[in-house]
């Protein structure tokens, strides 16, 4: 009963994805039809013809170079505070975690016009530095505190063990401590990747130029007020924009699950 209730929470679940990938291969009369289609049955390729005719590999090449330089560089900064405020005691530290909190309560509507005019002032409006300093700045701290759980978590046992076998500080940490990071590695990884691929509203406000669009901005070039919404067009690109987060989930996925005591064992 369990089984057959999973599974029909997993069909719910994928109905709204079939269902876009079913309407990107419909033409416009049936997309419109009051009678659904369920099966695109001499369907059509015109609307990802569209797509490819657009600037969708600009957007997509804005888009992935945006969020690597997020993703590399929030874990990079996250993981260093984290070791910091788990691993040493030193003054502020209280203040500093509560101001990564109070950070998270702040809306980012209220932070775009200061956002905007610090980028004009540096000259980095409409530039893949600009918005990726930006989306830097949105995901530490939230990284940051979902980090220092993990590195909490890893007992300072390990570490004094490996030190008693031989190993130098760097060692220990790098051979034992940092192995059984790599899941909360990887989940701080893919909350930056999502932050960053998905947002919307400040590309809106930074990259102004039809050129440097991101793929959530690039998707609204099909709806016009002046027209109707190309809907298949609008499935269509979202079925590709999808695409490079399944694959990183697919990357990925191992090393959620896996080495949780991959480096307790070693040494």
């Known amino acids: 009963m369990w089984n057959a209730l999973a599974v029909v929470l997993a069909l719910i679940w994928a109905f709204p994805v079939y269902w876009m990938v079913n309407s990107s291969f419909l033409p416009f009369n049936r997309i419109r039809n009051p009678d659904p289609t369920f099966i695109p049955l001499g369907g059509t390729l015109s609307a990802y013809e569209r ?29 260093l505070a984290a070791l910091a405020l788990s691993r040493f005691r030193f003054r502020g530290r209280r203040t500093f975690v509560l101001a990564v909190l109070v950070i998270q309560m702040i809306p980012a509507e209220g932070l775009f016009i200061s956002q905007f005019k610090l980028l004009e002032g540096w000259q980095l409006l409409n530039s893949v530095v600009g918005l990726s300093l930006l989306y830097i700045a949105a995901v530490v701290p939230f990284t940051i505190w979902m ?20 190993c130098s500080r760097a060692q220990a940490f790098f051979r034992i401590t940092f192995p059984l990071l790599a899941p909360g590695l990887v989940a701080s990884g893919v909350y930056a990747f999502l932050q960053a691929w998905n947002e919307f509203t400040l590309a809106l406000v930074i990259m102004t130029r039809p050129e440097n669009m991101t793929l959530p901005l690039w998707l609204r070039t099909f709806t016009d007020a002046n027209r109707a919404s190309d809907w298949a067009g609008i499935m269509a690109g979202s079925a590709l924009i999808a695409i490079p ?3 990183f989930f697919l990357f990925v996925q191992n090393r959620m699950t896996s080495g949780l005591v991959s480096g307790a064992v070693k040494g």
């Open 51 to 79: 797509v490819f005719d657009s600037d969708f590999l600009a957007s997509l090449r804005t888009s992935l170079m945006v969020t690597l330089i997020t993703v590399a560089a929030a874990l990079l900064f996250a993981f």
């Open 147 to 166: 980090l220092r759980g993990f590195v909490a978590g890893v007992p300072r046992d390990l570490e004094e063990a490996a030190l008693v076998d031989g």
């Open 245 to 247: 987060v399944i694959v």
